[in-house]
């Protein structure tokens, strides 16, 4: 294993999510969603909406973002920040397919 990869875990294939859809992953205390949208790119965001902590991974996906199931604030799946009018952010990780396998990285990014 080289430097470049040591940090990616990997936790499933590309088809245990559905498209336009989401599976979690725990870590720790937190549940991380993966998103997979229309095109097949896989998203990694920490599950709570920047709002209310409401639960992103029971949202619904679409067009590179999710809307929250609470109160429909939606979330670029790529940055993790609130789009339009509303203000936060959540926690975003790095994640990649390759050969149909989804790698994470743990290492959170916050906008």
């Given at each position: 294993?080289?430097?470049m990869?040591?940090?990616?875990?990997?936790?499933g294939?590309?088809?245990?999510?559905?498209?336009?859809?989401?599976r979690?992953?725990k870590?720790?205390?937190?549940t991380?969603?993966l998103?997979?949208?229309?095109?097949?790119?896989?998203?990694?965001?920490?599950?709570k909406?920047?709002?209310?902590?409401?639960?992103?991974?029971?949202?619904i996906?679409?067009d590179?973002c999710v809307?929250?199931p609470?109160?429909n604030?939606v979330?670029?799946?790529?940055?993790?920040?609130?789009?339009?009018?509303d203000?936060?952010?959540t926690?975003?990780?790095?994640?990649?397919?390759?050969?149909?396998d989804i790698l994470?990285s743990?290492?959170g990014?916050?906008?």
């Open positions: 294993m080289n430097a990869t040591e940090n990616w875990i990997a936790i294939k590309l088809e245990d999510i559905p498209l336009r859809g989401s979690c992953v870590n720790g205390d937190m991380i969603a998103f997979r949208t229309a095109d097949d790119q896989v998203f990694a965001l920490e599950d909406c920047p709002h209310k902590n409401g639960p992103l991974s029971q949202g996906v679409h590179g809307t929250c609470l109160h604030w979330i670029s799946l790529s940055s993790g920040t609130a789009q339009g009018a203000e936060g952010s926690m975003t990780f790095p994640v990649k397919v390759e050969d149909g994470l743990l290492d990014h916050k906008e």
